[in-house]
């Protein structure tokens, strides 16, 4: 067992996971791109069904390696009445954003609804044109944004009402933070509130209302529910919620609890609505504090404790993950033998290229994910913008 530990933290395995991923994520492109091209301009009811299947295909790679390869074990906290609507309708996500690989975990969540190929989010408009990832985003139509206000409100009223326009349940992440949380900007966040006279929050930035009042007049009617959603890994974990524990196959224990809120019950008022949503991250915080504080969710938090559902992997993204594995790998490994023993120096070369622009891949994904790198709007001047 010790040998077979260190063995999923060698180089050679996290580039077996890397050319899956990203070979998976090139199908998916030409996929979509098939799709925006022969289906979309003339049934697009069918191309939003269809762009279920090469998305799931890209994103449940590393679902498959977090939870099959690592052993994580996704432990989701909700009541009986959000567990029957879950995964059958459309939702609005609202989720701290505290950790390099919160979006994983969400993947993971969507995973056991059955939602993960429909899963929306909004997202800066540059994330668009990162290749692969980006461009699968793109064709799968999230909500890009330019941070300029007048120019998104008018983005969002369409966007919205072509992403709750798919058959199948779909769930939209919004971030209302708008950005990941670290320390240097959870102090800015802190003077705001001070100088504002708000509640200061210990464990979250404060939220920006101004995407999410804009998005409520569309909303209503199409999306029936927020889907509030609160991700916590255990302070004193041995394993540190990052992509290099996902590729190292450490054991992950990420907990969730999950609550809905009927649309309905937000407030039409914008001013009122915004301050609903600061509300709503006051309670955020206490469940956020109760768990670190006393390792549940509901012992100080004011909340019902509501049972918990410990997610088992589906064989699907096991199965998904295996064909698209052994075929490229074993490709590769094949083009690299057969080149060396017919002295093909040149398919060496570009075999050899083509491993090193992978493994560069690599690396890029790992550093783009690090807290350390995270973007640092929210922080500039010293006070982030809530509106």
């Known amino acids: ?63 498959c390696v977090t939870e099959w390869y690592g052993g ?58 990162m290749p692969i990832v980006g461009w699968a985003w793109r064709m799968a139509e999230f909500v890009f944004l330019n941070r300029d206000f007048d120019k998104d409100k008018e983005i969002i009223a369409r966007q919205l009402k072509i992403v709750y326009s798919y058959s199948n349940p779909t769930w939209l992440l919004l971030n209302a933070e708008g950005t990941r949380f670290t320390p240097t900007k959870h102090e800015a966040s802190v003077k705001f509130a001070q100088e504002r006279g708000m509640t200061v929050l210990k464990h979250h930035l404060i939220p920006r209302t101004k995407g999410f009042t804009t998005s409520l007049p569309t909303l209503r009617g199409i999306c029936p529910a927020i ?54 991250y006051v309670e955020k915080d206490k469940i956020v504090d109760s768990f670190h504080e006393t390792g549940s969710f509901f012992k100080q938090s004011g909340f019902k404790e509501v049972p918990v559902r410990i997610c088992q992997p589906r064989l699907s993204s096991l199965l998904n993950f295996a064909v698209i594995a052994l075929a490229t790998n074993l490709y590769i490994l094949y083009y690299l033998v057969s080149s060396l023993l017919a002295a093909n120096y040149f398919g060496l070369t570009t075999a050899i ?21 995270a973007s640092t709007y929210g922080a500039a001047e010293g006070k982030p913008k809530s509106n």
């Open 227 to 280: 889907y509030d959603i609160n991700l916590v890994f255990k302070k004193d974990a041995k394993v540190r919620p990052n992509i290099n524990s996902v590729l190292s196959g450490d054991h992950l224990e990420p907990s969730m609890f999950i609550r809905r809120i009927p649309l309905d019950q937000v407030p039409t008022d914008e001013k009122a609505a915004a301050e609903w949503m600061q509300q709503l």
């Open 353 to 373: 290229l083509v491993l090193g622009l992978f493994f560069l891949l690599l690396r890029k994904v790992s550093n783009m994910s690090k807290i350390s790198k």
């Open 72 to 129: 994580a074990r996704l432990r989701i906290y909700m009541d009986a009445e959000t567990e029957k609507y879950a995964g059958t309708e459309h939702g609005l996500m609202i989720m701290n954003h505290s950790y390099e690989i919160d979006w994983l975990v969400a993947w993971m969540m969507l995973d056991k609804f059955q939602c993960l190929g429909t899963a929306k989010a909004f997202a800066k408009k540059a994330l668009g044109y």
């Open 1 to 63: 067992m010790v040998e077979l530990e260190k063995l999923k933290k060698m180089t050679i395995c996290h580039m077996i996971v890397a050319i899956t991923f990203f070979t998976s994520g090139i199908v998916c492109n030409i996929a979509q791109l098939l799709l925006v091209i022969l289906v979309k301009p003339f049934n697009p009811v069918l191309f939003r069904k269809l762009m279920y299947y090469p998305c799931y295909a890209f994103y449940s790679q590393l679902v």
